[in-house]
Structure formats: structure tokens, C-alpha cells
Antibody, heavy 116, light 107 residues
Framework: EEQLVESGGGLVQPGGSLRLSCAASGFTFAKFWMYWVRQGPGKGLEWISQ????????TYAESVKGRFTISRDNAENTLYLQMNSLRVEDTAVYYC?????????WGQGTLVTVSS | DIQMTQSPSSLSASVGDRVTITCRASQGVTNDLSWYQQKPGRAPKRLIYAISSLQSGVPSRFSGSGSGTEFTLTITSLQREDIATYYC?????????FGQGTRLEIK
């Protein structure tokens, strides 16, 4: 079964940092572009970042550019999102997902709460 | 940026009804258009990709159509388990953008 499992969410103060992980299984991770999508409380879905198969090409939404860094370890089948200078408006459930004619599958999500 | 305008924002229908949700793109997205279902407290799930291709395991009452800038998700006979919020996504240009969502309720 193709599966993505996020971890690393939690409560952090404004200005703080957090690193999310996404463990992939059931497919050849190194062959796929990977993405992070987030959903604020009661809000819609927002694409925030993507990374190509070897990590040499990354793209970010303007809302996180310069603060978030996406990376991957193909040997460990793991996707990461380093989040720095966190803001209250970054509070959301963060999903990792695989790029294949859109997004499929999705992880279960990990909640990041930015609050003092 | 490509804006995805989804309508309606909410919809109430009866079991067995035919339901249509529309997504309009601010510019052409070729066939880089997919649809997602999200049930409360759950991750989104892809229903349709490349405008009209049905995701494996998704019931055949779901279908997608359209071209250019206007796209439609149709549920031919609504079931109770279809209660969810539905989103379209364009992955033609960065930033990738979702519609704002359609909340579907049962009357």
C-alpha cells in the first residue's frame, strides 16, 4: 500500500522553528516529485512547496518563501519541511503528497500551532 | 497566478440527486485539472485527474468534464457518504492553486 506519514508538528511560539518529516512507503519515492500542502483552521487547501526527484529544483508559495525549506532524503524515503520564523498565520494542518497528475496519495497531516 | 473560482460554495441536495460543481480558471490549464474530496477531519482524496479520468477505487457515480477554463465535477446519484467538501486543483502553472471549496450537505 502506498503510504505517506507526517510527523513533527506541535506548538511553537511566533518566530520559532519546526521541522516536519514525511515518511514514504509502498512506492519508489525517488521517482516522484513531492509536495507540501497546508490547511488553516476552517480554511481551504493551500499549496506551499514542491521538490523534484533529486532535490535540485524547489519552488515555494510567496507566503512561505525565504522562511520554509523543502528537502528530501531518497535513501531514507523521507521528505522534510524546515519552517523558520513561524507566524501565527502559519497555524495549519500540513500534508505531504505525491505529484502524479495532481496529488495522490496524501498523508494524514500534522498540526502546527503557532501561538504565544 | 491562475485563480480557480469554484461554485457553488455550498450545496444542499437529497440522496439520489444529480449534483454539479463547477470550477472556472482565470486562464487555460490544458488538462492539468483534478478534483478532491475531503471529509471532516480527514485528508483530501483524489477523485478525478486529467479533467475526466476516474481515480482507481472511486465510485463511477463521480465524473469530470470540461476544457480550457471551465470544468465540472458531477455526482450522478448522491449518496450519504458523499457528504464532504470538494476542491478543484490546477497544476498547470506555479503557484499551484485550489478552488475555495464546495461544501456538500444532504437535505
Amino acid at each position: 500500500e502506498e503510504q505517506l506519514v507526517e510527523s513533527g508538528g506541535g506548538l511553537v511560539q511566533p518566530g520559532g522553528s519546526l521541522r516536519l518529516s514525511c515518511a514514504a512507503s509502498g512506492f519508489t519515492f525517488a521517482k516522484f516529485w513531492m509536495y507540501w500542502v497546508r490547511q488553516g483552521p476552517g480554511k481551504g487547501l493551500e499549496w506551499i512547496s514542491q521538490i523534484n526527484i533529486d532535490g535540485s529544483d524547489t519552488t515555494y508559495a510567496e507566503s512561505v518563501k525565504g522562511r520554509f525549506t523543502i528537502s528530501r532524503d531518497n535513501a531514507e524515503n523521507t521528505l522534510y519541511l524546515q519552517m523558520n520564523s513561524l507566524r501565527v498565520e502559519d497555524t495549519a494542518v500540513y500534508y505531504c503528497t505525491r505529484g502524479t497528475m495532481g496529488f495522490d496519495p496524501w498523508g494524514q497531516g500534522t498540526l502546527v500551532t503557532v501561538s504565544s | 497566478d491562475i485563480q480557480m473560482t469554484q461554485s457553488p460554495s455550498s450545496l444542499s441536495a437529497s440522496v439520489g440527486d444529480r449534483v454539479t460543481i463547477t470550477c472556472r480558471a482565470s486562464q487555460g490549464v490544458t488538462n492539468d485539472l483534478s478534483w478532491y474530496q475531503q471529509k471532516p477531519g480527514r485528508a483530501p482524496k483524489r477523485l478525478i485527474y486529467a479533467i475526466s479520468s476516474l481515480q482507481s477505487g472511486v465510485p463511477s457515480r463521480f465524473s469530470g468534464s470540461g476544457s480550457g477554463t471551465e470544468f465540472t465535477l458531477t455526482i450522478t446519484s448522491l449518496q450519504r457518504e458523499d457528504i464532504a467538501t470538494y476542491y478543484c486543483l490546477q497544476h498547470h502553472n506555479y503557484p499551484l492553486t485550489f478552488g475555495q471549496g464546495t461544501r456538500l450537505e444532504i437535505k
